[in-house]
């Protein structure tokens, strides 16, 4: 389209073949992301921060059940606390995971809704 810029893939700077250390992290960022409930965390987290309460609440969840998958997504550091007064608020530790699970979102979007698949 004239006039249209298409945007460069964010990923480009990451273009090479990975290592088996590359693949085994990687592999680890999907097995944590293949519970729903985390998969919906981190979705819900690419909207911005927010506390255990707010989450617990958007997703249906128990609050000690959001509770332990912060703490698992918090050790993989895919998830980063800081405190706000008496509270503990998360936020995503990168783009690369916020762009890898809108994506992984909109896929099964498709899959779901029969859409018809685009770039």
Wanted: aromatic content about 4%.
């Amino acid at each position: 389209m004239p006039g249209r810029q298409e945007p460069s893939p964010a990923s480009d700077a990451h273009q090479h073949t990975p290592s088996v250390r590359e693949l085994a992290a990687a592999a680890s960022v999907f097995s944590l992301l293949s519970d729903p409930t985390r998969l919906h965390l981190v979705w819900l987290l690419t909207h911005g921060e927010s506390d255990v309460t707010a989450l617990a609440a958007a997703c249906g969840a128990a609050r000690p059940a959001v509770s332990q998958h912060l703490a698992k997504l918090r050790l993989a550091e895919l998830v980063q606390p800081r405190k706000d007064g008496r509270r503990v608020v998360y936020a995503l530790s990168d783009g690369h995971l916020r762009r890898l699970v809108v994506e992984a979102i909109s896929h099964a979007d498709h899959q779901v809704t029969g859409k018809p698949w685009h770039d």
